[in-house]
C-alpha cells in the first residue's frame, strides 16, 4: 500500500468519531510487535527514541536526521499509519517547513509538533516553558503549507498547562485549530475532570490524550476515554517501560544464575524469528535462488 493510501484511511478511520488506541515504538522491532499484535497505528515517541538509542532523558537531544532515519525504518516493516513526534520543530516556522517535508517523504502519516521552547523536554517533567502564541502559531502553519499529501495530519501539541494553567491551554488549542491543525493534544492535565472538559471544550477537531503509566495524567480505560469523544488514546511508551522490565528480569536472572534458556523469562528463538519476519526472507530468498 502506498503512503498516500495509508494516509487517506487514517484520516477516514479518525473522522468515524471512534477512539483508535495507539502505542509508542521506539524502535523497528517495537513497531512490529504493534502490528502483529493487532493496532491501528503506531506512534514514533521522541522520548522513546531518546531513551533506548541515546540512553539519555527526554531532553532535546534526538534530532531530525535522527527521527526520519527511524520514521523511514518503521515505514519499511509495517504498513500502519505512523504518527511521528517531531518535538518543537526543530526550531522557527521555517525549520517546521522542512521537517514536515523530511518526515512526510520518509513515510509519516502524521506530525506532531509542540508548543515549548528550544531545548524541549518531557510533557511530564518539571521546568517547561512555551513559547509565545504568535511564534506558537507560526509553526502549526508552515506545517500545514509544507505538507504535500492533504491527508497527512498535523497534530498540534500544547504544554501550557504547566505554565499558564487549563484554561490557556483550550485557548492555545482553538488558535491551532483555525491555523489548520487536524488533531489538537493538550498535555499532562492533572485531573479527571480536566480530561472530560477537553473533548467538551474543543468539539469538532479530534484529540489526542497522552496516558502515561507513572506519568502526571490520571489512567483512564479506553472506553470511557473513547465516550468522551477522544480520537487518539496515546501510550506512548508502555513498550519501552515494558521492554526494560523485562530486560531488568531476564538479566538479573542471568547475573544471578549464570544461565539462561527459554523457560526464562525471554521470547523463544521462534517468537524473535517470527517478529522480524523471517520466514518472509526465507521464502524471498529461494525464489531468487531458483
Same mark, same amino acid.
Given at each position: 500500500?502506498?503512503? =498516500?493510501? !495509508?494516509?487517506?484511511?487514517?484520516?477516514?478511520?479518525?473522522?468515524?468519531?471512534?477512539?483508535?488506541?495507539?502505542?509508542?515504538?521506539?524502535?523497528?522491532?517495537?513497531?512490529?510487535? !504493534?502490528?502483529?499484535?493487532?493496532?491501528?497505528?503506531?506512534?514514533?515517541?521522541?522520548?522513546?527514541?531518546?531513551?533506548?538509542?541515546?540512553?539519555? $532523558?527526554?531532553?532535546?537531544?534526538?534530532?531530525? $536526521? @535522527?527521527?526520519?532515519? =527511524?520514521?523511514?525504518?518503521?515505514?519499511?516493516?509495517? #504498513?500502519?499509519?505512523?504518527?511521528?513526534?517531531?518535538?518543537?520543530?526543530?526550531?522557527?516556522?521555517?525549520?517546521? =517547513?522542512?521537517?514536515?517535508?523530511?518526515? @512526510?517523504?520518509?513515510?509519516?502519516?502524521? !506530525?506532531?509538533?509542540?508548543?515549548?521552547?528550544?531545548?524541549?523536554?518531557?510533557? =511530564?517533567?518539571?521546568?517547561?516553558?512555551?513559547?509565545?502564541?504568535?511564534?506558537?502559531?507560526?509553526?502549526?502553519?508552515?506545517?500545514?503549507?509544507?505538507?504535500?499529501?492533504?491527508?497527512?495530519?498535523?497534530?498540534?501539541?500544547?504544554?501550557?498547562?504547566?505554565? #499558564?494553567?487549563?484554561?490557556?491551554?483550550?485557548?492555545?488549542?482553538?488558535?491551532?485549530?483555525?491555523?489548520?491543525?487536524?488533531?489538537?493534544?493538550?498535555?499532562? $492535565?492533572?485531573?479527571?475532570?480536566?480530561?472530560?472538559?477537553?473533548?467538551?471544550?474543543?468539539?469538532?477537531?479530534? #484529540?489526542?490524550?497522552?496516558?502515561?503509566?507513572?506519568?502526571?495524567?490520571?489512567?483512564?480505560?479506553?472506553? @470511557?476515554?473513547?465516550?468522551?469523544?477522544?480520537?487518539?488514546?496515546?501510550?506512548?511508551?508502555?513498550?519501552?517501560?515494558?521492554?526494560?522490565?523485562?530486560?531488568?528480569?531476564?538479566?538479573?536472572?542471568?547475573?544471578?544464575?549464570?544461565?539462561?534458556?527459554?523457560?526464562?523469562?525471554?521470547?523463544?528463538?521462534?517468537?524473535? #524469528?517470527?517478529?522480524?519476519?523471517?520466514?518472509?526472507?526465507?521464502?524471498?530468498?529461494?525464489?531468487?535462488?531458483?
Amino acid at each position: 500500500m502506498m503512503n =498516500h493510501e !495509508i494516509n487517506r484511511a487514517f484520516r477516514q478511520r479518525l473522522n468515524t468519531g471512534k477512539a483508535v488506541l495507539i502505542p509508542g515504538a521506539a524502535n523497528a522491532l517495537a513497531a512490529r510487535v !504493534i502490528d502483529q499484535l493487532g493496532f491501528e497505528a503506531v506512534y514514533i515517541s521522541g522520548a522513546g527514541l531518546t531513551n533506548t538509542n541515546l540512553g539519555m $532523558p527526554d531532553l532535546g537531544f534526538v534530532s531530525l $536526521p @535522527e527521527i526520519a532515519q =527511524h520514521t523511514s525504518a518503521i515505514r519499511n516493516c509495517t #504498513q500502519l499509519p505512523i504518527v511521528v513526534d517531531a518535538d518543537t520543530g526543530f526550531g522557527n516556522a521555517l525549520n517546521v =517547513h522542512h521537517t514536515v517535508r523530511t518526515l @512526510e517523504r520518509a513515510g509519516a502519516s502524521a !506530525i506532531q509538533l509542540e508548543d515549548q521552547v528550544n531545548p524541549k523536554r518531557c510533557g =511530564h517533567f518539571s521546568g517547561k516553558d512555551v513559547v509565545d502564541l504568535t511564534e506558537a502559531r507560526s509553526r502549526i502553519k508552515a506545517a500545514v503549507d509544507a505538507r504535500q499529501d492533504p491527508n497527512f495530519l498535523v497534530v498540534a501539541r500544547t504544554d501550557a498547562c504547566a505554565t #499558564q494553567g487549563f484554561d490557556a491551554a483550550i485557548e492555545r488549542a482553538e488558535a491551532f485549530v483555525e491555523d489548520g491543525a487536524d488533531v489538537t493534544f493538550i498535555e499532562a $492535565p492533572r485531573s479527571v475532570e480536566d480530561i472530560r472538559n477537553i473533548p467538551k471544550r474543543l468539539k469538532g477537531t479530534p #484529540q489526542l490524550i497522552n496516558l502515561v503509566v507513572g506519568g502526571k495524567t490520571p489512567i483512564i480505560d479506553f472506553p @470511557e476515554l473513547d465516550e468522551m469523544g477522544f480520537g487518539l488514546v496515546l501510550y506512548a511508551n508502555v513498550a519501552l517501560q515494558g521492554a526494560l522490565k523485562g530486560m531488568h528480569d531476564a538479566l538479573s536472572i542471568l547475573k544471578s544464575d549464570g544461565r539462561m534458556d527459554e523457560s526464562g523469562p525471554v521470547a523463544s528463538f521462534e517468537v524473535r #524469528q517470527n517478529a522480524v519476519q523471517k520466514a518472509y526472507f526465507d521464502e524471498m530468498e529461494q525464489r531468487y535462488s531458483e
